[in-house]
């Protein structure tokens, strides 16, 4: 089945700045990529998304690439802000239409 | 659009005991739901994936019997522990998926369970 990696677990930066979360994935027939922010006991919401014909998405301060060929996707934010602090988790769907989760980061922004 | 509640929001219960937990969606209809499992600090991981009017598919590990999963309209999934333990508590989420959009999944607000 899929397996997705997810790096790093846990990022600080200053407000700002900007976070980069970088997944990569095994099923090279994965042809969507999605990012969702979790707050603490919250449900995990869909921030973008990205399908396997498209290299690069972007919305507002938030954009995904993706690199079919490495098996590579990463969620960039720019200009960072303190209600941006929640966990982020990257997923891909395989060959059997499911979801499958990476392990998540712990982005904080701090002033 | 494509609203996904979940019912309840949170349960105590004693050990051995049965938990029912409701997904509906409201405002589409669901092709397919899924049941994820989340603990503590860690990812969502997938339970079983239900569509309407057939047999659950449950991911390797899980237990079918202890995991009762019913799918029975295309706007409602419930999701019962049979014989709780404290080792299932857990938040559990659901999520839905409609024949419009056949990629993105909707998620519930979660449920939290708590065994004691």
């Known amino acids: 089945g899929e397996n997705v990696e997810q790096h790093p677990s846990t990022l600080s930066v200053q407000e700002g700045d900007s976070a980069v979360i970088k997944c990569t994935y095994s099923d090279s027939a994965s042809n969507y990529f999605p990012w969702y922010k979790q707050e603490l006991g919250k449900r995990p919401q869909l921030i973008i998304d990205i399908r396997s014909n498209v290299g690069e998405k972007k919305d507002q301060r938030i954009a995904v690439t993706l690199n079919k060929t490495a098996k590579h996707f990463s969620l960039h934010i720019t200009e960072t802000q303190p209600e941006d602090s929640a966990v982020y988790f990257c997923?891909?769907?395989?060959?059997?239409?499911?979801?499958?989760f990476g392990t998540g980061t712990r982005l904080q922004v701090t002033l | 659009g494509a609203v996904v509640s979940q019912h309840p929001s949170w349960v105590i219960c004693k050990s051995g005991t049965s938990v029912k937990i409701e997904c509906r969606s409201l405002d589409f209809q669901a092709t397919t739901m899924f049941w994820y499992r989340q603990f503590p600090k860690q990812s969502l991981m997938l339970m079983a994936t239900s569509n309407e009017g057939s047999k659950a598919t449950y991911e390797q590990g899980v237990e079918k019997d202890k995991f009762l999963i019913n799918h029975a309209s295309l706007t409602l999934s419930t999701l019962t522990v049979t014989s709780a333990h404290p080792e299932d508590s857990s938040f559990y989420i659901c999520?839905?998926?409609?024949?419009?959009?056949?990629?993105?999944?909707?998620f519930g607000p979660g449920t939290r369970l708590l065994v004691l």
């Open positions: 997923a891909a769907t395989g060959t059997a239409s499911k979801l499958t």
């Open positions: 999520s839905a998926r409609g024949a419009g959009a056949p990629e993105t999944q909707y």
